[in-house]
């Protein structure tokens, strides 16, 4: 979706303070394009403690503080039953199933994405001459509500994929 060159380079630089109407009109008529969708999710994963992965409330509390955008974290009982175990607290602990917090991590991602309702980050490509530049479209069915500035954000560059700034791979393929 070509737009101007003022708007393009504002949306750039993230600097949307005072066009925060021009930059709604553009996100809802980008959905009228055909959206991309990313094949990734949005999540903050908390910090792993030495203790995370010792019993199961540690990992409980720490599954309880993970924030996926538009979703919510699965409960220990969906990835275990996913998993075929469902008396896993009954006698053994976290590590015996997973070998570390990443895989425990990728299980998730795996269980939220396997939802019936789940989709990947849609996203309309802005171009301006020869730069582009992805206006990401986060919080699910909010869009069919009245969404706001907060339910959109900008993606530069291929780079800004990556799993320090949130972005996930949807389809994890190291699950063990």
Same mark, same amino acid.
């Given at each position: 979706?070509?737009?101007?060159?003022?708007?393009?380079?504002?949306?750039?630089?993230?600097?949307?303070?005072?066009?925060?109407?021009?930059?709604?009109?553009?996100?809802?008529?980008?959905?009228?394009?055909?959206?991309?969708?990313?094949?990734?999710?949005?999540?903050?994963?908390?910090?792993?403690?030495?203790?995370?992965?010792?019993?199961?409330?540690?990992?409980?509390?720490?599954? =309880? /503080?993970?924030? %996926?955008?538009?979703? &919510? $974290?699965?409960?220990? !009982? *969906?990835?275990?039953?996913?998993?075929?175990?469902?008396?896993?607290?009954?006698?053994?602990?976290?590590?015996?199933?997973?070998?570390?917090?990443?895989?425990?991590?990728?299980?998730?991602?795996?269980?939220?994405?396997?939802?019936?309702?789940?989709?990947?980050?849609?996203?309309?490509?802005?171009?301006?001459?020869?730069?582009?530049?992805?206006?990401?479209?986060?919080?699910?069915?909010?869009?069919?509500?009245?969404?706001?500035? =907060? /339910?959109?954000? %900008?993606?530069?560059? &291929? $780079?800004?994929?990556? !799993? *320090?700034?949130?972005?996930?791979?949807?389809?994890?393929?190291?699950?063990?």
């Amino acid at each position: 979706m070509e737009i101007k060159t003022e708007l393009f380079d504002r949306l750039q630089k993230n600097d949307l303070e005072g066009i925060e109407n021009e930059v709604m009109d553009l996100a809802l008529d980008g959905m009228s394009y055909e959206l991309n969708y990313t094949g990734l999710m949005l999540a903050h994963f908390p910090p792993e403690q030495p203790d995370t992965l010792d019993n199961w409330a540690n990992l409980q509390q720490w599954l =309880d /503080d993970i924030k %996926i955008s538009g979703y &919510s $974290a699965p409960w220990l !009982e *969906e990835i275990m039953s996913e998993l075929g175990e469902d008396d896993y607290e009954e006698t053994r602990n976290p590590r015996d199933f997973f070998l570390s917090l990443v895989s425990f991590r990728d299980h998730v991602i795996r269980s939220v994405s396997n939802t019936d309702d789940y989709t990947s980050l849609p996203c309309v490509e802005i171009t301006n001459g020869g730069r582009s530049l992805d206006l990401i479209y986060l919080g699910g069915d909010v869009w069919s509500f009245g969404p706001s500035i =907060d /339910d959109l954000m %900008i993606v530069c560059s &291929s $780079a800004d994929y990556s !799993e *320090e700034k949130g972005f996930y791979n949807d389809s994890p393929s190291s699950l063990s």
